[in-house]
């Protein structure tokens, strides 16, 4: 993904980031209006801000964890000993790793490249025209369609075990390739 470096953190954007990190249920995370916020920004991923924008945004997107977290996040001289609770007091992960510094940056991560991920399928929704089951423009819709029918194929042609069948299947995907240029 490109860097847009003339990307500049504002009063609203940081103001969504924390009503956002406020939501009780995930579902009600990453909303709308945060996304489209950061759509009109330019935000593409978190290398786009610099200095004191991207710690300002990464203590926003804290304020979604513990107080105990958000003060070991902050902590210069922590250890990987040193733990902190989720929201049902847990200090380890289910996989028995510990909730450590680490840990919680890592989840800030993973937070600010699924915002990223939102915004490229919001990109690839408008790309299909404006909703997910619209019919886009006739080369969206080609492309579409002939990728599914060569996913069919390939699948097909694994499946079957009778040798013309297979045949069969070989020459429509080399005809396909030939024809329109796919690999």
Aim: glycine share 8%; charged share 30%.
């Amino acid at each position: 993904m490109p860097n847009n470096t003339n990307v500049v953190l504002c009063e609203r954007t940081l103001y969504l980031v924390k009503e956002d990190s406020k939501a009780n249920k995930a579902s009600q995370k990453r909303s709308v209006d945060l996304v489209d916020q950061l759509i009109k920004i330019g935000w593409t991923n978190e290398k786009d801000l610099k200095g004191d924008d991207r710690q300002a945004l990464r203590d926003a997107f804290a304020l979604r964890f513990t107080p105990e977290a958000i003060k070991l996040i902050k902590k210069e001289k922590a250890t990987g000993h040193d733990t902190a609770p989720d929201a049902h007091g847990n200090h380890f992960t289910s996989g028995g790793k510990p909730k450590n510094q680490s840990h919680w940056k890592g989840q800030i991560n993973s937070g600010l490249n699924k915002l990223a991920d939102a915004i490229e399928n919001r990109k690839v929704v408008k790309a299909a025209g404006g909703a997910p089951n619209a019919k886009g423009d006739i080369f969206f819709r080609i492309n579409r369609d002939i990728s599914k029918v060569i996913k069919s194929v390939k699948l097909e042609h694994g499946k079957v075990e009778d040798v013309n069948i297979q045949k069969k299947l070989s020459l429509i995907l080399s005809l396909m390739k030939e024809t329109i240029g796919i690999k």
